[in-house]
């Protein structure tokens, strides 16, 4: 009985999904540009293992293909339909720039005056980026900083905070020498929208873009995402091939750099404002120079010389919020997006009067690209080309030079090595000033590193180097990680440190963070056990609390130092990395004395009477 009712309930599905698809197709079967497609759009959603795809093409004004295929949520069997929603990434982008450009009218904003004209408070990592960063070097990625991404992925934080580490992100290259994707710089592209207009760049999108385009299957979050009548689920792939669910991720403090959700439906409203130079039917929606600064090169990405295997696909610049090319002799502006368990590509080309969105619900998909080219190909009458195969070819060849890789990696670990410590020794809360923080917790005989959103498992390459696996994937010790966790001890042989290796390739060194021991703060009343004054060869050593929440320590002729609580009646100097102060305490819990633990030795001073 149940068997029965579950085909029933498949079949319904089925012919629910082949009407919704026939009736939001627009000239679906007419059209012999399409015809086919929708077999090779399937044979890419096999060979990638991608459990759904919405793809809509715009031409001139009009829509002329909007159709779903695979489902958006593969365990139940649900169907991708135009309607379904999906997190469009970094295609959030052209929408954060857009708004700035629409301002630029408003509010007289001069793209080319430094920033902090718009944000005063706002500081870079040297005097030099402060005073000469300007809005347009941050819309095209010519601030002179790397990504610096696994700060706000790591330790995803609030807008206000996350804008305040950028003062401690180093450039890796000069002002305006070298193109450099960065989050954070679309990031304050919204922080100025909110404080030219009082209101949150969300606001801003939804009143300025998103409402006169009638965009209603759009919105900011995951949290509506989830609630949206469509939406797509999220999916990875374990051991190549098996699909598999991974959970939202909540990115609200960087919204403006990639947190929109849409349908490709929604989104063709988007590509008829581009391609008809930033109206909407009558109505002027982004200013015309703004529009053509927007699709003009700002900044060159790569030589982009043509090559042997594509010499029909060449020049790689960027706009405002897009990618520009020359694909196959027509001038293309694009963009891709991913977010975990998502990809998307919004892509128009303006001579021709033609778009294309394409929304996967897979993480870092090919999809996206090879579907949009399949596509392009067809619309602007050009010959066919296997793009599907040829990603397969190129994915070989990857999987092959990564287990060349892997073969010479393995040949470098020294085998049979232990830590230098046991594993209780690495627990503690690790910071970095632009990175955040995150926990390293030792349970049994593993260590794993406890980030806001997510758990890394870390193994040991050999002695204090470990390699993080991301829990939420399922641990495959066959997936390995380009990271490396590299442990420091202090000069009292305590682990102090760790530096991440590989998160930021375009720096020559890796990402320190300092380490604390996990405590709570204490309150006044537990430090007062700890206020004394206590006798040192000759000299009395005082102990007092400040703002009835810090403990100090004086010793004459030296200043104040501050001390922060390391558990088990053991205080850390906070200035002063390896020195600590440790109380002797009696079964009635009375202070008896203390010794400082310092590199050159321990010195013990009684407690007066």
Not at 527 to 553: C, S
Request: aromatic share 10%; hydrophobic share 35%.
């Amino acid at each position: 009985m149940k068997q029965t009712l579950f085909c029933l309930l498949l079949l319904l599905s089925a012919s629910t999904f082949a009407q919704k698809a026939k009736t939001k197709s627009a000239n679906d079967g007419e059209d012999k540009r399409f015809a086919g497609l929708e077999a090779q759009i399937n044979k890419v959603l096999k060979d990638q293992h991608a459990a759904g795809v919405a793809v809509a093409v715009v031409e001139k004004n009009k829509v002329v293909y909007a159709k779903g295929f695979g489902y958006r949520d593969y365990a139940n069997k649900l169907p991708v339909t135009p309607n379904t929603q999906f997190a469009i990434g970094s295609c959030t982008k052209a929408f954060t720039s857009a708004v700035l450009g629409i301002l630029q009218k408003d509010k007289s904003i001069d793209f080319d005056k430094p920033v902090t004209t718009y944000l005063p408070d706002l500081k870079f990592y040297n005097d030099g980026m402060t005073n000469q960063i300007t809005l347009r070097d941050m819309m095209s990625h010519r601030t002179g900083l790397p990504r610096h991404d696994l700060s706000w992925y790591i330790d995803p934080d609030t807008r206000e905070n996350l804008v305040k580490r950028i003062q401690y992100m180093e450039p890796s290259a000069p002002l305006r020498t070298r193109w450099q994707y960065n989050n954070f710089m679309f990031l304050l592209q919204g922080v100025v929208a909110e404080k030219l207009t009082g209101k949150k760049w969300e606001q801003n999108v939804q009143e300025k873009i998103l409402n006169p385009l009638g965009m209603k299957q759009s919105n900011f979050s995951v949290k509506q995402l989830a609630k949206y009548t469509e939406p797509a689920i999220g999916y990875g792939i374990k051991k190549d091939s098996i699909i598999h669910p991974l959970p939202y991720y909540d990115i609200d403090g960087m919204g403006p750099a990639g947190c929109i959700n849409s349908s490709v439906l929604d989104m063709t409203q988007w590509l008829r404002v581009w391609i008809n130079g930033g109206k909407l039917d009558t109505v002027q929606i982004i200013p015309p120079a703004y529009h053509a600064q927007a699709m003009s090169s700002q900044m060159i990405i790569a030589p982009g010389t043509p090559t042997t295997e594509r010499p029909d696909i060449h020049f790689s610049n960027y706009g405002f919020g897009w990618f520009l090319a020359s694909y196959k002799g027509h001038y293309r502006v694009e963009h891709g997006g991913n977010i975990d368990g998502f990809s998307a590509s919004t892509c128009f080309f303006p001579t021709d009067s033609i778009g294309i969105v394409v929304l996967v619900n897979q993480n870092g998909s090919a999809v996206t690209s090879i579907v949009r080219n399949l596509i392009a190909d067809r619309m602007l009458g050009l010959p066919f080309f296997d793009w599907n195969e040829d990603r397969n070819k190129a994915d070989a060849k990857a999987k092959a030079a990564a287990k060349e890789a892997e073969k010479s990696a393995s040949a470098n670990i020294k085998q049979g090595t232990k830590p230098s410590h046991n594993l209780i020794d690495y627990d503690g809360v690790y910071k970095n000033d632009a990175y955040g923080k995150f926990e390293l917790i030792a349970k049994g005989d593993s260590l794993f590193a406890q980030l806001q959103k997510e758990r890394w498992w870390l193994q040991q390459v050999h002695y204090d180097i470990f390699m993080p696996y991301d829990t939420k994937e399922g641990i495959d010790t066959a997936d390995k990680s380009p990271v490396r966790f590299q442990f420091t001890t202090n000069i009292s042989g305590d682990i102090e440190s760790v530096s991440l290796h590989g998160i930021e390739p375009a720096l020559d060194h890796p990402i320190v963070y300092k380490r604390s021991n996990r405590m709570k703060p204490l309150t006044g009343a537990e430090l007062k056990r700890y206020v004394g004054e206590f006798e040192l060869a000759g000299a009395t050593v005082k102990t007092y609390i400040q703002n009835d929440k810090t403990l100090f320590v004086l010793v004459p002729g030296q200043p104040d130092y501050e001390l922060v609580p390391a558990g088990n009646h053991q205080f850390d100097l906070k200035v002063a990395a390896g020195y600590s102060v440790l109380f002797e305490v009696n079964d009635k819990g009375e202070v008896l004395s203390l010794t400082f633990k310092q590199p050159n030795g321990n010195f013990k001073a009684v407690k007066k009477k």
